[in-house]
């Protein structure tokens, strides 16, 4: 499953100097938002094996411009709008090399061949390009990044804060105050591009906020266990991606709550994850992270005050610690509080 484009802003709509702009919660798709089942990397392969036939090059929707008058794709009647050097034509944004063919929209069918999007705290919609290889956005600037309500395909948009590659696994992440920490490279687009977020200990408040987003009232994290080397099928990841541990990811708008069902990984509270290797649908719920064997997590991973990291023990004395994750049975790796057989 892909994950919706806004749970990229943090990343993408971002200033060009200093820390991002702020973000509206993520969209998971349906409904709900779609942000981290993070199931990506056999459908990044499998679900777009080719590109549709669609406007490409001048006047195009996500075409090169330097003045309106260069973009022509579109409903007839609305205004043509050139991004000549960044998103929204707005300095506090991510650039737009060559500039970017957009206009305003209501609906898909507004757009031409394009995509009809809001972007995270903006009022307007605007069309953007579609795509479905690594390959369909212009090069250099803009990557296929995943967009959930897009079906099959992704958007074009600008790739300046897409940090790090999944094929690489380990990066360098950024807290606050510009301390370098270990990160995780999370894949963001069709390309072997990603966002770095931080590497963490399991438990309760073990994730900074993610200031990125810049320092007022930054978007708080929880930290979640991620295995991108394999597909949701359990198989090789298709893409090659190399991370495996735990990352710090931006809360669900409406976090679910332990012992409730859940579908997605990280849609749970903090604290907690969702078990999907249950075999029963019933038992697929949100259970307290812990540390197997020992209880003791790798003491070079970061973590902020006041954090609470989990141990060994479950707060239940009918569950122990179990390798529900399929992070590996072996001491300090995470695992998940599951009832006792």
Not at 262 to 287: I, K, L, N, S
Request: aromatic letters at 6%.
């Amino acid at each position: 499953m892909k994950r919706s484009l806004a749970w990229l802003t943090g990343s993408l709509l971002v200033l060009t100097m200093g820390c991002p702009g702020p973000v509206a919660p993520e969209d998971m798709g349906g409904g709900g938002r779609d942000m981290a089942s993070v199931d990506l990397a056999d459908e990044v392969v499998d679900m777009a094996p080719s590109e549709p036939n669609r406007c490409r090059g001048n006047g195009c929707i996500g075409g090169p411009c330097n003045t309106s008058a260069d973009c022509t794709e579109g409903k007839e009647g609305v205004p043509k709008i050139c991004w000549k050097e960044t998103l929204l034509n707005n300095p506090r944004y991510v650039p737009t090399p060559g500039g970017y063919c957009t206009q305003e929209c209501q609906t898909h069918a507004d757009c031409g061949t394009g995509y009809c999007f809001q972007m995270p705290g903006e009022p307007k919609k605007y069309c953007m390009a579609l795509c479905r290889t690594a390959t369909t956005c212009r090069k250099p600037g803009y990557a296929c990044t995943f967009e959930a309500g897009a079906g099959m395909d992704g958007i074009c948009f600008p790739d300046k804060n897409l940090d790090c590659q999944p094929t690489k696994g380990a990066c360098d992440a950024t807290v606050a105050g510009g301390g370098v920490v270990k990160g995780g490279c999370i894949r963001a687009a069709f390309e072997d591009k990603g966002i770095c977020r931080v590497a963490c200990q399991v438990g309760v408040k073990t994730c900074p906020p993610d200031t990125r987003f810049g320092t007022q009232n930054p978007p708080p994290q929880h930290c979640v266990f991620l295995d991108t080397t394999t597909d949701s099928a359990g198989r090789p990841s298709p893409t090659g991606d190399k991370w495996k541990g735990a990352v710090c990811l931006e809360f669900a708008p409406m976090p679910v709550m332990p012992g409730q069902r859940c579908t997605f990984w990280d849609e749970c509270t903090d604290g907690y994850q969702c078990d999907r290797y249950a075999q029963r649908p019933e038992q697929q719920v949100c259970r307290q992270l812990c540390v197997q064997g020992n209880g003791v997590q790798d003491p070079t991973l970061y973590v902020p005050p006041g954090a609470m990291p989990a141990t060994n023990m479950c707060a239940n004395p009918n569950e122990g610690c179990s390798n529900a994750l399929l992070a590996g049975a072996q001491n300090g790796q995470p695992g998940l509080c599951t009832p006792r057989n």
